[in-house]
C-alpha cells in the first residue's frame, strides 16, 4: 500500500519500492482496500533487500516493528524513518472486519505518505 501511495503521491523526483526480507505475496485484501481509493497495486511485488539495495537508498521506511527488527543494517548514509502500523495481514474477524484494518492501515500510510511530498 505504501508503494502504491508513493507511486502516486510523490511524481517522477521520487522511485518508490516495496522490499522485505522476505518475498510475500500480494495480498487480495490490501489490492481491495487501494482500488477502493483509485490506486491499482495488482501489479506491485516487494523486492528481496539486501546490503546493496540499501545502500543505493537515500530514505528507508519501515512500516512494522517486525520490519524495523529485522532489516538489514541500514547504512548511516541513509535517512530511516520507522512507522509503527499494525500489520493489516495479522487481522483476525470476518472479512469486513478484516477490511477494515485494511483501510486504517491505507489511510494511515496516506497521511505518512503526503508527509514525505509536504
Same mark, same amino acid.
Given at each position: 500500500?505504501?508503494?502504491?501511495? @508513493?507511486?502516486?503521491?510523490? @511524481?517522477?523526483?521520487?522511485? /518508490?519500492?516495496?522490499? @522485505?526480507?522476505?518475498? +510475500? $505475496?500480494?495480498?487480495?485484501?490490501?489490492?481491495?482496500?487501494?482500488?477502493?481509493? $483509485?490506486?491499482?497495486?495488482?501489479?506491485?511485488?516487494?523486492?528481496?533487500?539486501?546490503?546493496?539495495?540499501?545502500?543505493?537508498?537515500?530514505?528507508?521506511?519501515?512500516?512494522? @516493528?517486525?520490519?524495523?527488527?529485522?532489516?538489514?543494517?541500514?547504512?548511516?548514509?541513509?535517512?530511516?524513518? +520507522?512507522?509503527?502500523?499494525?500489520?493489516?495481514?495479522?487481522?483476525? $474477524?470476518?472479512?469486513?472486519?478484516?477490511?477494515?484494518?485494511?483501510?486504517?492501515?491505507?489511510?494511515?500510510?496516506? +497521511?505518512?505518505?503526503?508527509?514525505? /511530498?509536504?
Amino acid at each position: 500500500m505504501a508503494e502504491g501511495f @508513493g507511486k502516486a503521491l510523490m @511524481g517522477p523526483d521520487w522511485q /518508490v519500492e516495496s522490499a @522485505g526480507i522476505e518475498m +510475500h $505475496g500480494l495480498n487480495p485484501k490490501a489490492v481491495t482496500v487501494m482500488a477502493e481509493v $483509485g490506486i491499482d497495486i495488482s501489479n506491485q511485488y516487494a523486492k528481496l533487500i539486501d546490503l546493496d539495495y540499501l545502500n543505493q537508498c537515500d530514505l528507508v521506511v519501515t512500516l512494522c @516493528g517486525d520490519a524495523r527488527d529485522k532489516c538489514p543494517m541500514t547504512p548511516a548514509s541513509v535517512q530511516k524513518q +520507522h512507522w509503527p502500523l499494525p500489520d493489516p495481514a495479522q487481522a483476525n $474477524g470476518t472479512v469486513a472486519e478484516q477490511l477494515a484494518v485494511f483501510r486504517t492501515v491505507r489511510d494511515d500510510i496516506r +497521511h505518512r505518505v503526503a508527509a514525505l /511530498v509536504s
